[in-house]
T-cell receptor, first 116, second 116 residues
Framework: AQKVTQAQTEISVVEKEDVTLDCVYE???????LFWYKQPPSGELVFLIR??????QNEISGRYSWNFQKSTSSFNFTITASQVVDSAVYFC?????????????FGGGTRVLVKP | ETGVTQTPRHLVMGMTNKKSLKCEQH?????MYWYKQSAKKPLELMFV???????ENNSVPSRFSPECPNSSHLFLHLHTLQPEDSALYLC???????????????FGPGTRLLVL
């Protein structure tokens, strides 16, 4: 069975500090996809990134960057120079291909609080 | 309207009531999903519809009854719910193709349900 672990339940930082969110996953599949979603207080899950298991290149998008390490089954997410608007719950998810469609297994989420 | 919309955004119901949650996706996708997010558990997949056919029922009690009349609309009919069913119910959609596990699911804002 697939599993995603986000060990940090809550992180509090002061604006402009960097924050790194950990994500560790378990799967027996050789091909899979990993995702990060952001859930602001409004409730909607906002898609941030999708990463294929064969692509271990780190990715940067503005203040966001992702570090995928297949050897340690980790897909960590860093917010550089955090801002108050980054306050949200962040979820890491792992996909499982089924005939029904993409079945996502989510981690428990990490709440990030950025203080001014 | 763009993306995935859900109505109502908030719902309070008694245990003997019958209500329905509505989800509509404007992304041209062919798969839709219901998730439950409660305070004590990670995001749980409830139902998957692929091309209007229900392809997954994740051991959900029969007091939750989904309906997918077409690929753009998804309903969740609720009856005789329990207080422990109070949660945020999220709808998502994706485009199912040959490689199902790579599809990104896009989420609506959710319906926050309180059962008294």
């Amino acid at each position: 069975a697939q599993k995603v672990t986000q060990a940090q339940t809550e992180i509090s930082v002061v604006e402009k500090e960097d924050v790194t969110l950990d994500c560790v996953y378990e799967t027996r599949d050789t091909t899979y996809y990993l995702f990060w979603y952001k859930q602001p207080p409004s409730g909607e899950l906002v898609f941030l990134i999708r990463r294929n298991s064969f692509d271990e290149q780190n990715e940067i998008s503005g203040r966001y960057s992702w570090n995928f390490q297949k050897s340690t089954s980790s897909f960590n997410f860093t917010i550089t120079a955090s801002q108050v608007v980054d306050s949200a719950v962040y979820f890491c998810a792992l996909s499982e291909a089924t005939a029904a469609g993409n079945k996502l297994t989510f981690g428990g989420g990490t709440r990030v609080l950025v203080k001014p | 309207e763009t993306g995935v919309t859900q109505t109502p955004r908030h719902l309070v119901m008694g245990m003997t009531n019958k209500k329905s949650l509505k989800c509509e996706q404007h992304l041209g996708h062919n798969a839709m999903y219901w998730y439950k997010q409660s305070a004590k558990k990670p995001l749980e997949l409830m139902f998957v519809y692929n091309f209007k056919e229900q392809t997954e029922n994740n051991s959900v009690p029969s007091r939750f009854s989904p309906e997918c009349p077409n690929s753009s609309h998804l309903f969740l009919h609720l009856h005789t719910l329990q207080p422990e069913d109070s949660a945020l119910y999220l709808c998502a959609s994706s485009q199912v193709g040959r490689d199902t596990f790579q599809e990104t699911q896009y989420f609506g804002p959710g319906t926050r349900l309180l059962v008294l």
